[in-house]
């Protein structure tokens, strides 16, 4: 049997046992918890009609998503762009590094459901606010790979520089850049996947359009289906998007 | 009578002149009691790894720096490449003083340390325009393909590192050092890592290149094989064992070149040479020789 229909196959099984998990903990829950045909039934109905807009509290799931990955999208944009100067700074400064680790270390454990408040002191408009605790809780794990594979040049490579007279900027363009940039990757991996987190949490808080706000407004019509198969589309696009970067990772990855 | 001694005074001096140089060809390297101590880095450790070394080396000579493993003699092919500062004494190449790495002396590393990022060809052009930065872009490019001609990984000048063997990678770097046509190659343990076939052929290759270059590059290589340090050295200096390790004994190799892999081993002055250099390494010969 081929690669491609095997992991086809482990994919299908997969799912066979996650459905078969569900269908049992439905029904020990006397269907509390919706069986999975049901909600299969419903997520499809969901999907057949996705970019529909009836108002500003009722619109199709697709329009939804891509409220919510826009959003993501931005908060993990701009987090970047923070986190990749600053790691470079604390990776290639040790005295940079000791003062502002400590900082780091305090700010990168607290919840995004707690910075909300404060994005909305902030930015006073709660789609602004939840950009702003995206950032906030996303660009620590781009911010400490950076740093980490900016300090961690294997000696080899610095050998080469200086062996050959390499000019400050040579080192940083030939050598430093391209030596730190899987461990750059990685972190950005981690990060999105933080943000795609966030974004579920912030929005249940926030409300307007987007996917977390879906979950929470099914929750109040009482669709449990439409909870369940939100959940499913989150941890969908949430593989998707660690594929894609995990393919970005291993097109910069080079044996040595 | 005494203009006639005058005159042959005179003649002495102009003939000296002439002769002295052809005799005592300038020197390439010159080690000036050097010695290297490393500090911990909290400063309370030193450690001395190499004592008050004289050594010179002469223009298009081959020498081998032999010795135990911790005897010092990367440290001090360190301090001739720039890459380590003597504590104490000075290192002269190409008659000025080393200061750290110049485009005068090319380096081999014992892991190749090419960069995986880059081609082949990448990985000689970029140490080629760093070291030669004010030579016109064309004449850096030739440089790069002659040398990788000359190594015969032409054809695989697209490849990166990882797609490489061994033997390929030790190659590439070679001729990464070539390129930048340094009077002096510094090559440390470069087949050490290597199968012995590949090895045996690697020295043949070296000793190829040398010769192309009508044997005018000065070589120092840094090993841990006695046959490697006699089939391709015109001197082996052998070092004492670490700390404060110092030279023991220069040994020379009056061999004929070209050198023949076979032949030589049935040289009686290579079978002189080579229990000599066995006996100053201490090597141990039989089971007889370990202690219970």
């Known amino acids: 049997m081929n690669k491609k229909l095997l992991s086809i196959v482990y994919l299908l099984a997969g799912f066979a046992v996650l459905f078969l998990g569900w269908e049992l903990a ?3 829950s006397k269907r509390e918890l919706p069986s ?3 909600t299969m039934a419903i997520f499809f ?3 057949s009609n996705p970019f529909y807009d009836a108002g500003p509290n009722d619109k199709g799931i697709g329009l939804q998503l891509l409220a919510s990955l826009k959003r993501v999208f931005i908060g993990f944009g701009l987090g970047t762009l923070i986190a990749i100067p600053f790691g470079f700074l604390i990776g290639s400064n040790k005295i940079i590094m000791n003062i502002l680790n400590p900082v780091i270390q305090i700010l990168r454990p607290v919840s995004p459901l707690a910075w909300f408040p404060l994005g909305l002191a902030l930015m006073k408009v709660s789609d602004k606010a939840t950009i702003f605790v995206i950032v906030i809780t996303s660009l620590w794990p781009t911010l400490i790979n950076t740093a980490f594979g900016v300090s961690s040049v294997p000696q080899d490579h610095k050998n080469v520089g200086k062996a050959f007279g390499f000019s400050h900027w040579k080192y940083i363009t030939k050598i430093l850049l391209p030596a730190s940039l899987p461990l750059v990757i990685t972190g950005l991996r981690l990060s999105i996947g933080v943000a795609w987190l966030v974004i579920v949490a912030a929005e249940m808080l926030s409300g307007g359009v ?9 929750w109040n019509a009482l669709s449990l289906e439409k909870v369940m198969s939100a959940i499913l589309i989150i941890g969908l696009v949430g593989l998707v998007l660690d594929k894609l970067f995990s393919a970005i990772q291993k097109r910069f990855t080079y044996a040595i | 009578m005494e203009t006639i001694k005058l005159h042959h005074h005179v003649d002495e001096e102009i003939a000296d002149a002439i002769i002295e140089p052809a005799l005592n060809p300038p020197l390439s390297i010159e080690i000036k ?6 500090r911990s880095s909290n400063g309370k450790t030193k450690f001395t790894a190499v004592r008050e070394i004289d050594l010179e080396v002469k223009k298009g000579e081959i020498i081998s720096l032999i010795g135990h493993s911790g005897c010092g003699k990367s440290t001090l ?3 001739i490449s720039g890459m380590v500062k003597p504590t104490s004494g000075e290192v002269w190449a190409s008659g000025l003083k080393v200061t750290g790495p110049g485009p005068d002396r090319g380096i081999v590393f014992q892991n190749y340390s090419l960069l995986p990022w880059l081609t082949v060809f990448e990985n000689i052009f970029v140490a080629v325009d760093a070291a030669l930065k004010n030579k016109p872009a064309v004449e850096k490019k030739e440089l790069v393909i002659h040398n990788l001609k000359m190594v015969h990984l032409w054809d695989h000048k697209d490849k990166h590192p990882g797609q490489l063997s061994g033997g390929m990678k030790q190659r590439v770097a070679i001729a990464r050092a070539f390129a930048i046509n340094p009077s002096i190659l510094l090559l440390d343990e470069p087949f050490g890592a290597l199968d012995a076939l590949t090895k045996s052929s690697m020295h043949v290759e070296l000793l190829k290149l040398w010769n192309l270059d009508n044997r005018e590059k000065t070589i120092v290589m840094v090993t841990h094989d006695i046959e490697e340090a006699i089939f391709l050295s015109d001197r082996v200096v052998v ?6 390790a110092t030279i023991k004994e220069i ?4 061999l004929d070149r070209p050198r023949n892999k076979r032949s030589i081993v049935h040289d009686p002055m290579y079978m002189e040479i080579h229990d000599r250099l066995l006996t100053l390494l201490n090597a141990k010969l039989s089971i007889d020789d370990i202690e219970d």
């Open chain 2, 33 to 38: 009691n050097v010695s290297v101590t490393f």
């Open chain 1, 36 to 38: 999975p045909f049901k």
């Open chain 2, 239 to 244: 070092m004492n064992n670490g700390p404060e």
């Open chain 2, 77 to 79: 092919m360190g301090t």
């Open chain 1, 26 to 28: 439905s029904i020990w």
């Open chain 2, 251 to 254: 040994v020379n190799i009056p």
């Open chain 1, 210 to 218: 987007g996917i977390g706000f879906f979950v929470w407004d099914s």
């Open chain 1, 45 to 47: 109905n969901m999907w």
